[in-house]
């Protein structure tokens, strides 16, 4: 199946132009995220936004950042007038949305044989076509014969790899040929399959510029410290982390939560990042900039002064946030004048919680 480039496509001017151009868009991302100090962050956002796509494909939506909420063991938002049942399938989708980046991340050990069974498919398959068309005709030919999703998506971003298409293990699954009204014709669907793979690079590339927008527009902001100063290594961790509480970057700093939340208020004053959930407890923050996470998750209800039973709540118009002067391109020696020793540990921090969260959502649903 699918040995040469005439059996995958009946028309191959257009499946060589699909090719061309998502070759383009994943040596682009490749090329800017080889030796990128934001990459552990990157790739930690990238497998979010994989998560979402993928569970959004397979019927359940979740936002990215309710995941990152989850982490932080904030409640996903509910609306007061959700029946239990669909309260339940807010919860059964950040199940689902924990499982799929397990898959990606740290598979258990009947999961990884699955993947590994699905990578021989795609090597079988593809024989001796390029990596992506190799990758499309695995990805068809496992799910036609009957394979589950996420392990051939699992599969698919270590085929990548080892065939050399991208250094870095960024998620690229084509998660959008999968919706319902794809044409899942031998002949069509990889041209689907391009599309989408072609897509996810370009939107990596532009998160990947975003979040090093933002990154060094805070670093700019507390250049005039001391040197023991740990506001810079702070940043850091921030940059890695979509939303981060007190005492979670307390304990990544190694210092009082008091003074952590004193950093962090600093941080909002400071234009540097703003606070999600306006609690007095468990607060949330997040870098500016990066994405509408004050969207993502709940904020607390309380009664607010002057409003009696019954009566309209007062509307308040929410702070306009307007955009950042563009910043000079840094060269990569410029880059390499910040330090990121924190991020890889802080990583490896973020994917034990995301183990530890999971099973505590497995008990509730039994």
């Given at each position: 199946?699918?040995?040469?480039?005439?059996?995958?496509?009946?028309?191959?001017?257009?499946?060589?132009?699909?090719?061309?151009?998502?070759?383009?868009?994943?040596?682009?991302?490749?090329?800017?995220?080889?030796?990128?100090?934001?990459?552990?962050?990157?790739?930690?956002?990238?497998?979010?936004?994989?998560?979402?796509?993928?569970?959004?494909?397979?019927?359940?939506?979740?936002?990215?950042?309710?995941?990152?909420?989850?982490?932080?063991?904030?409640?996903?938002?509910?609306?007061?007038?959700?029946?239990?049942?669909?309260?339940?399938?807010?919860f059964e989708a950040g199940r689902l949305a924990f499982g799929l980046y397990q898959w990606l991340t740290t598979p258990d050990f009947d999961q990884e044989g699955a993947v590994h069974r699905a990578e021989q498919v795609i090597s079988i398959a593809g024989g001796n076509a390029t990596p992506l068309l190799a990758g499309a005709a695995g990805t068809y030919r496992?799910?036609?014969?009957?394979?589950?999703?996420?392990?051939?998506?699992?599969?698919?971003?270590?085929?990548?790899?080892?065939?050399?298409?991208?250094?870095?293990?960024?998620?690229?699954?084509?998660?959008?040929?999968?919706?319902?009204?794809?044409?899942?014709?031998?002949?069509?669907?990889?041209?689907?399959?391009?599309?989408?793979?072609?897509?996810?690079?370009?939107?990596?590339?532009?998160?990947?510029?975003?979040?090093?927008?933002?990154?060094?527009?805070?670093?700019?902001?507390?250049?005039?410290?001391?040197?023991?100063?740990?506001?810079?290594?702070?940043?850091?961790?921030?940059?890695?982390?979509?939303?981060?509480?007190?005492?979670?970057?307390?304990?990544?700093?190694?210092?009082?939560?008091?003074?952590?939340?004193?950093?962090?208020?600093?941080?909002?004053?400071?234009?540097?990042?703003?606070?999600?959930?306006?609690?007095?407890?468990?607060?949330?923050?997040?870098?500016?900039?990066?994405?509408?996470?004050?969207?993502?998750?709940?904020?607390?209800?309380?009664?607010?002064?002057?409003?009696?039973?019954?009566?309209?709540?007062?509307?308040?118009?929410?702070?306009?946030?307007?955009?950042?002067?563009?910043?000079?391109?840094?060269?990569?020696?410029?880059?390499?004048?910040?330090?990121?020793?924190?991020?890889?540990?802080?990583?490896?921090?973020?994917?034990?919680?995301?183990?530890?969260?999971?099973?505590?959502l497995n008990l509730g649903a039994r």
């Amino acid at each position: 199946m699918f040995g040469s480039l005439g059996e995958v496509q009946a028309d191959p001017l257009a499946l060589a132009t699909e090719l061309a151009h998502a070759s383009v868009m994943i040596g682009r991302l490749d090329q800017a995220l080889a030796s990128h100090p934001l990459r552990p962050a990157f790739l930690h956002r990238a497998r979010l936004e994989a998560v979402r796509r993928q569970a959004a494909v397979d019927g359940k939506r979740i936002d990215p950042w309710h995941l990152a909420a989850l982490i932080e063991g904030l409640r996903l938002r509910m609306d007061p007038y959700q029946t239990i049942v669909e309260r339940g399938e807010i919860f059964e989708a950040g199940r689902l949305a924990f499982g799929l980046y397990q898959w990606l991340t740290t598979p258990d050990f009947d999961q990884e044989g699955a993947v590994h069974r699905a990578e021989q498919v795609i090597s079988i398959a593809g024989g001796n076509a390029t990596p992506l068309l190799a990758g499309a005709a695995g990805t068809y030919r496992w799910l036609n014969e009957g394979g589950d999703r996420p392990p051939i998506r699992a599969a698919l971003v270590r085929f990548w790899v080892k065939s050399g298409l991208i250094r870095a293990p960024i998620p690229l699954t084509g998660a959008a040929s999968l919706r319902s009204e794809a044409d899942w014709n031998q002949q069509v669907w990889p041209r689907a399959f391009l599309q989408a793979i072609a897509a996810e690079a370009e939107d990596g590339l532009q998160q990947l510029m975003d979040l090093e927008r933002a990154w060094f527009s805070a670093r700019g902001k507390i250049r005039p410290r001391r040197r023991n100063s740990k506001a810079p290594m702070a940043v850091d961790i921030m940059a890695a982390t979509p939303i981060l509480s007190a005492s979670s970057l307390s304990k990544g700093l190694g210092m009082a939560v008091q003074n952590a939340t004193a950093l962090l208020d600093e941080f909002c004053a400071l234009g540097i990042a703003v606070e999600v959930t306006h609690r007095s407890k468990r607060r949330l923050f997040g870098l500016r900039h990066m994405a509408p996470i004050r969207d993502g998750v709940a904020a607390p209800r309380r009664p607010e002064l002057g409003r009696g039973p019954g009566r309209p709540a007062v509307i308040r118009e929410d702070e306009e946030l307007t955009e950042p002067p563009p910043l000079p391109l840094l060269t990569p020696i410029e880059r390499r004048t910040f330090d990121y020793s924190d991020l890889e540990y802080w990583m490896r921090h973020l994917d034990a919680v995301m183990r530890a969260v999971r099973v505590n959502l497995n008990l509730g649903a039994r």
